[in-house]
């Protein structure tokens, strides 16, 4: 195993980011990723009690930022999830609704183009003029969501935001970093710092991650066996049918259940 560094960011974020003389990390992070000055008022309790995720209150105490990692493909479906559930979490009825802003650490392959930041935001357009005509609302307080794809990251560091996504893909920060906030994370996140009893509890994280990170590989491999597998068992009926091959015979020879065979004839017209 490659020496690290530096603590990864996920393990920081469960232990060390939480003490009040570190939120400055999070501050330039955050304040990097929405391009203007955050300041964390507090951090929330967590009452999933899921160290994978931080829910921060920023600026002037009516936005919630929830930071989570993500190492499985279900995460959209998570991120809808736990935005809605912080909503009514927060707030006793519709009134005074907090803001939430969900920024999503992926750490595996999400399909979900060839960029590494994205943004997802609610917008109300005029349905009916032909021109693009946007809502101007008094006070937006419709969720923003942030997906940030580490494996598509090029490694070139243009600005200070790749900088910190950098640094969650290597855990290291790279040579000639311009952020003062990286440069103070380095001597503050450095294993070296760490004692002998958090060595100890960082290297059993590791362990786990990795058995983690192995289990999940499988199970993606093993999905795509199973689809290989299936089309296989498609292509043979597709032929069988075109050859006239009655129904209860294509069945015997590819395992398929007679309503997938006789939806094959229907869509294809044979």
């Given at each position: 195993?490659?020496?690290?560094?530096?603590?990864?960011?996920?393990?920081?974020?469960?232990?060390?980011?939480?003490?009040?003389?570190?939120?400055?990390?999070?501050?330039?992070?955050?304040?990097?990723?929405?391009?203007?000055?955050?300041?964390?008022?507090?951090?929330?309790?967590?009452?999933?009690?899921?160290?994978?995720?931080?829910?921060?209150?920023?600026?002037?105490?009516?936005?919630?930022?929830?930071?989570?990692?993500?190492?499985?493909?279900?995460?959209?479906?998570?991120?809808?999830?736990?935005?809605?559930?912080?909503?009514?979490?927060?707030?006793?009825?519709?009134?005074?609704?907090?803001?939430?802003?969900?920024?999503?650490?992926?750490?595996?392959?999400?399909?979900?183009?060839?960029?590494?930041?994205?943004?997802?935001?609610?917008?109300?357009?005029?349905?009916?003029?032909?021109?693009?005509?946007?809502?101007?609302?008094?006070?937006?307080?419709?969720?923003?969501?942030?997906?940030?794809?580490?494996?598509?990251?090029?490694?070139?560091?243009?600005?200070?935001?790749?900088?910190?996504?950098?640094?969650?893909?290597?855990?290291?920060?790279?040579?000639?970093?311009?952020?003062?906030?990286?440069?103070?994370?380095?001597?503050?996140?450095?294993?070296?710092?760490?004692?002998?009893?958090e060595k100890q509890s960082y290297e059993?994280?590791?362990?786990?991650?990795?058995?983690?990170?192995?289990?999940?590989?499988?199970?993606?491999?093993?999905?795509?066996?199973?689809?290989?597998?299936?089309?296989?068992?498609?292509?043979?009926?597709k032929k069988a049918i075109m050859k006239?091959?009655k129904i209860d015979l294509i069945m015997?020879?590819?395992?398929?259940?007679?309503?997938?065979?006789?939806?094959?004839?229907?869509?294809?017209?044979?």
């Amino acid at each position: 195993m490659k020496k690290r560094e530096l603590i990864s960011f996920e393990y920081a974020m469960k232990h060390i980011l939480r003490e009040e003389e570190n939120l400055d990390i999070l501050e330039g992070f955050l304040s990097a990723l929405l391009k203007e000055d955050v300041t964390i008022v507090e951090i929330l309790k967590n009452k999933d009690n899921k160290e994978t995720q931080m829910e921060l209150l920023i600026k002037d105490g009516k936005t919630i930022v929830v930071i989570q990692h993500s190492k499985e493909d279900d995460y959209l479906g998570k991120m809808i999830w736990k935005t809605a559930k912080t909503i009514l979490d927060r707030n006793k009825n519709h009134t005074n609704i907090e803001k939430i802003i969900s920024v999503n650490i992926l750490y595996f392959n999400s399909c979900i183009g060839n960029g590494y930041i994205y943004k997802g935001e609610t917008s109300f357009k005029d349905w009916q003029s032909i021109q693009t005509s946007e809502l101007i609302i008094a006070r937006n307080i419709f969720p923003e969501y942030y997906l940030i794809n580490i494996e598509n990251f090029d490694n070139e560091a243009k600005n200070e935001l790749d900088e910190w996504i950098y640094f969650f893909k290597h855990n290291t920060i790279r040579e000639g970093a311009v952020s003062k906030i990286l440069v103070s994370t380095k001597e503050r996140l450095a294993v070296s710092r760490l004692t002998d009893k958090e060595k100890q509890s960082y290297e059993h994280y590791l362990k786990e991650n990795n058995t983690v990170n192995v289990s999940i590989l499988k199970n993606v491999k093993q999905e795509g066996i199973n689809q290989g597998v299936y089309q296989e068992k498609i292509e043979v009926a597709k032929k069988a049918i075109m050859k006239g091959l009655k129904i209860d015979l294509i069945m015997e020879m590819t395992g398929l259940p007679f309503k997938e065979i006789e939806k094959l004839i229907s869509e294809y017209k044979i």
